[in-house]
């Protein structure tokens, strides 16, 4: 079987049933094959307000710019983040984010003049800058914390990083166009070169 | 003739996963009439893999888990490194089907909640027992002595093998037998430095390939392995072993198969007079009526511990310890190998290489120690190997750094400077009358007494665990390692059924004072029942078990079907 033969095959084998509302749970009644269904991204979110989006939308791309390769914004990021503050996230830690998420909106035009997604590229970096110094000793930025599902007390700067990055990377264009992308190798290459300026091939599983 | 009239099956196999699978396609193959019995949901080789080649932008949350949903129903398998929300259908529910954790002490129990049970999700090492490990019993007293040797064994093992296609390398070693073998899956050219190293400044210590159940040439129906992964999703081109792509599709062109789902078994009525197992009870977990099926040989394939449940529920005025039981032994010298163990090295070896595809096993250390002739006394007895893997680094293990911006975006990107290296132990468990499974007073949904565990690692393990950090890391540093360093912690071990080679309890032996089955899987007190999963163990090796278990369930058939033809049983 060669790569196209195989990419149909998983073509075929495609369920039935819609997701819809919240309901994901890839359970024993909602027989949809997985690699055929909506991405996640395109789920409807309601939680934040026009302004909160804007913000969002502005931090997470401070986090992952728009390069000579697509930016936070461009993989859908921001709607990644409301999805799951909305959907994910529980109470405690939504409401670490939305307070933090709050003094963006309120704390920052009080102090610099205008809400975080007006202020120049440099206050915006200078802004998260300073929160991720405030937060400097949380544990989320111990070496190696990063096999665990979620730390529920971290701070806002880290909550809003960790999502981020884990949206920009998981997101398609993420994974094909920073990320190396191929689902059916076909074969094994220990000795394959590495050039520079090479990115790492998306992981195909996330770690527990 | 070995079909009956008077017998609604000639067969009937209790579970459908590694084992079952086993013996549904020999006893089919053979001319019986077989009902297989699965506790578990229905499911199809191929469209049932839900998750199989799903990008991660597919996946719910994008691969975070679903935590609400599998804290309420999968609060033990959840824990497992390969329950994702990609192959969550194929899990035991532990809220309709829980055992008892709030009694006796902690042990994780995995199972299978479909057809094919844990061979969709097993992770398919493939390793023979030695000579060594047949005899360790009889030689240093702990257990009973096995009635098996190797040369018994390993016609079957040959037989197993070439079925269900390991890819391996020979090398000759009497502590680990060479088997049938496909070719080999290529190494990351930093592991063939490591190997080079280990020659000159290790020679006692051999590197060698992984023995796992993936194909590397196509077999009649299978193909050769795609490289994509995440085997645990689900293979729809069959290229790692699995009941479902594998056994139970030659059993089911026998035309001798029915399969029924959703049939968890109740209990195995005993009838004095014949001295057989006559009916075999079922509740239909989705109509939640009560069947009986009968046949002239049962074979309990169910797991370990289910298999061990089974037998326990079923009394009668003869067996009031449970079936099979006259020894009192069932239940008893539960094992399960310890691992979470090991050493990991970075190395700044072959740098100008990466890789190409996703090699779905790593390397294999075999056991090094307490080998016939070594005279040094370790202060344990038996001995332990190493897995290997690769750490292909990426942005999951460094995303919790601190900055913003293009630079940040590039390092999360960039292809690691350095390789790491982890090699884990795993240890055998010696066999103790103390670690057992036993019937909780709680019941289930269906009113069947739930399991509870009694299981303490014992000084013996605890020994070896120590030997394993100090050995792993003298085997990392000979390598040339940048950077070594252990994980785990020696003192505790791991938790006990996360080695999920959960075996023991139904022991086999000569002596039916002390075992429960004969050497060819059979109960001494029943002579229709066999059981031929983990159960039938007497010690536990080091090696991962499950080729012991098919091999030991070919054989048990051939012997069934022997004694059937001969009107025997």
């Known amino acids: ?208 | 003739m070995i079909t009956a009239k008077n017998y609604d099956f000639d067969a009937i196999v209790v579970g459908s996963g590694i084992t079952g699978g086993w013996a549904a396609k020999e006893l089919t193959e053979k001319g019986l009439r077989v009902l297989v019995l699965e506790r578990g949901r229905d499911l199809q080789h191929g469209t049932g893999y839900l998750g199989e080649h799903a990008p991660s932008w597919k996946i719910p949350f994008n691969g975070k888990p679903q935590r609400e949903l599998e804290a309420e129903n999968y609060e033990v398998q959840s824990k497992l490194h390969a329950f994702r929300t990609t192959n969550i259908q194929f899990w035991n529910n532990d809220k309709l089907n829980p055992y008892a954790t709030d009694e006796g002490s902690e042990f994780q129990w995995f199972r299978g909640g479909v057809v094919g049970g844990r061979s969709l999700m097993w992770g398919r090492q493939t390793y023979r027992w030695s000579e060594e490990d047949f005899k360790a019993n009889a030689k240093d007293g702990h257990g009973i002595p096995w009635p098996v040797s190797y040369d018994d064994i390993a016609p079957w093992y040959s037989y197993v093998e070439k079925f269900i296609g390991v890819n391996g390398r020979k090398e000759g070693l009497p502590q680990l037998p060479d088997g049938e073998f496909q070719k080999p899956m290529p190494w990351y050219a930093v592991e063939e430095t490591i190997a080079e190293r280990l020659k000159q400044n290790a020679p006692d210590v051999t590197l060698t390939n992984a023995r796992t159940a993936i194909l590397t040439e196509d077999l009649p129906g299978r193909s050769a392995c795609h490289y994509c992964g995440p085997c645990e999703n689900g293979c729809s081109t069959g290229s790692y072993f699995s009941s479902q792509s594998s056994t139970l599709p030659a059993a089911r062109a026998t035309n001798r198969m029915t399969l029924r789902p959703n049939s968890v078994v109740e209990r195995l009525e005993y009838d004095e007079k014949t001295q057989r197992i006559s009916k075999v009870h079922v509740i239909d977990s989705e109509t939640l009526q009560r069947h009986s099926f009968s046949a002239r040989v049962v074979f309990l394939c169910a797991s370990t511990v289910g298999s061990t449940q089974l037998l326990l529920n079923s009394t009668s005025e003869a067996f009031p310890n449970g079936l099979a039981n006259r020894s009192g032994v069932l239940g008893q010298n539960l094992m399960d190998h310890f691992l979470g163990l090991g050493t990991m090295g970075m190395f700044a070896d072959n740098r100008d290489t990466y890789y190409y595809g996703n090699r779905p096993t790593g390397l294999y250390i075999p056991r090094f120690r307490n080998l016939p002739g070594q005279k040094e006394d370790l202060g344990f007895v038996r001995g332990y190997g190493y897995q290997t893997i690769i750490n292909n680094s990426n942005w999951t293990g460094s995303f919790n750094q601190k900055g913003f911006g293009a630079g940040l975006k590039a390092k999360l990107a960039q292809l690691p400077n350095t390789w790491t290296f982890f090699a884990a132990g795993f240890g055998e468990c010696l066999p103790n009358p103390q670690n057992r499974v036993y019937l909780s007073q709680k019941k289930d949904r269906y009113g069947m007494r739930q399991v509870a565990f009694e299981f303490n690692w014992g000084d013996n393990e605890k020994a070896m665990a120590k030997d394993i950090q100090a050995q792993g890391k003298r085997i990392v540093d000979a390598s040339g390692s940048a950077f070594t360093m252990s994980f785990g912690d020696a003192e505790s071990l791991s938790v006990p059924g996360s080695g999920i080679h959960e075996m023991g309890t139904a022991r086999m032996g000569n002596d039916p004072s002390q075992s429960v089955l004969n050497k060819y899987n059979q109960a001494h007190d029943v002579p229709n029942l066999f059981v031929t999963d983990g159960s039938f163990m007497a010690s536990s090796s080091c090696v991962n078990p499950s080729l012991t278990y098919m091999a030991f369930t070919a054989r048990a058939c051939d012997y069934a079907v022997k004694q059937l033809e001969a009107g025997v049983i």
Not at chain 1, 31 to 39: E, F, G, N, V
Not at chain 1, 99 to 121: C, F, H, R, V, W
């Open chain 1, 1 to 208: 079987m060669n790569r196209r033969e195989f990419l149909q095959c998983a073509a075929v084998l495609v369920g039935s049933a819609g997701v819809s509302g919240h309901v994901l749970a890839l359970s024993q009644t909602q027989m949809t094959y997985l690699a055929s269904a909506d991405d996640y991204v395109k789920m409807p979110a309601t939680l934040f307000s026009s302004q909160q989006r804007a913000i969002v939308a502005a931090a997470a791309e401070t986090i992952i710019p728009r390069t000579d390769t697509p930016g936070a914004i461009d993989a859908g990021v921001p709607h990644f983040i409301e999805l799951m503050v909305q959907d994910w996230l529980n109470d405690e830690e939504s409401s670490i984010f939305m307070s933090g998420l709050q003094n963006l909106e309120t704390g920052i035009p009080a102090e610099l003049g205008a809400s975080y997604d007006k202020l120049s590229a440099e206050q915006q970096l200078s802004v998260l800058e300073a929160l991720e110094a405030a937060a400097s000793k949380s544990p989320w930025y111990a070496m190696g914390n990063v096999r665990r599902t979620f730390i529920s007390d971290a701070p806002f700067i880290c909550q809003l990083k960790e999502l981020t990055i884990w949206g920009f990377f998981t997101s398609e264009a993420g994974v094909k166009q920073v990320l190396r992308y191929n689902p059916m190798p076909m074969k094994f290459d220990g000795h394959y070169p590495r050039k520079p300026g090479d990115t790492t091939w998306a992981p195909f599983a996330t770690i527990r």
